[in-house]
């Protein structure tokens, strides 16, 4: 990527209704047309037209820029969001997670996780141990930010997932997201289902699991859904809120595709 590099991200709103949003790292170049990119998303959005959209360009300091690889991607085919459920749920115990803190993370996910009874802008931070809430504020939660694709790696992304029927930007991104995570100090795993109301896919995260995606987390149409992180008992949330958003991280290097 060419020097100087920038973070341009967007968040699109509707009063305190969070509609949509979006992050890249990228040369100057480039930012007009990702400015312009980033616009249409935010205005061609399944959860309705928002009344303000926030777009933020700043330079990234490439001394203290982080470069990381993909987690390995799985698909676990089921039947029915109850299924897909059930499946997180074990694959949540299986990174560590208490049932109890596991459970309630999802309870909050399916109600609307902010306070207003929506999807929040950010993602909840969970006690892995006994479910509390750790996020500073519960209707912003905490945004991950300042991450992207280098560009070899996103053209070897793009041809994998291609070649598995998978080569969308939810998909894209949601790696991209969910590799900064598992580095971050204090996650032990991450739980995601989509908010937009016309994808049903979501995913459990986990450094002993990598990526493991099932197509159904919750049915058609619904519009709630948004992510948690479970974190260590006793960590720093305030480095953490740091790292997840001021940390730039580049990935440089995808997983493997696994059956
Ligand atoms: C989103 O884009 O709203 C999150 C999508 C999470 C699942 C992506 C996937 O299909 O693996
Ligand atoms: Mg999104
Ligand atoms: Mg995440
Ligand atoms: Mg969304």
Not at 103 to 119: C, D, H, I, K, V
Not at 170 to 181: F, G, N, P, R, T
Request: aromatic share 4%; proline share 5%; with cysteine.
């Amino acid at each position: 990527m060419k020097e100087p590099l920038f973070s341009i991200r967007m968040r699109a709103a509707r009063g305190d209704r969070h509609i949509s949003g979006a992050e890249r790292l990228a040369g100057a170049d480039c930012l007009d047309g990702l400015a312009a990119g980033m616009v249409k998303r935010a205005l061609g959005h399944p959860k309705g037209l928002p009344d303000s959209i926030s777009l933020t360009i700043e330079e990234i300091d490439l001394s203290r820029l982080m470069r990381i690889g993909l987690p390995d991607i799985r698909t676990v085919g089921v039947d029915s969001v109850a299924q897909g459920r059930n499946a997180a749920l074990a694959g949540l115990l299986r990174a560590g997670i208490s049932e109890q803190a596991a459970r309630s993370a999802m309870q909050a996910l399916a109600g609307g996780a902010a306070p207003n009874g929506e999807s929040m802008r950010g993602a909840m931070l969970v006690d892995a141990l006994d479910g509390r809430r750790l996020e500073f504020d519960a209707a912003r939660g905490v945004r991950v930010s300042r991450m992207d694709l280098e560009e070899r790696a996103a053209a070897v992304l793009a041809r994998e997932l291609q070649a598995i029927g998978l080569n969308n930007t939810h998909v894209q991104e949601a790696l991209v997201l969910a590799a900064k995570v598992l580095h971050a100090p204090g996650v032990l795993a991450e739980l995601c289902w989509s908010d937009d109301p016309d994808y049903t896919a979501g995913y459990v995260a986990a450094p002993c699991l990598g990526y493991v995606r099932f197509p159904l987390l919750k049915p058609r149409g619904e519009d709630r859904g948004g992510r948690a992180f479970f974190l260590a008992p006793g960590t720093d949330v305030t480095g953490l809120y740091r790292f997840l958003e001021k940390q730039a991280v580049l990935v440089d290097r995808v997983g493997r595709m696994l059956p």
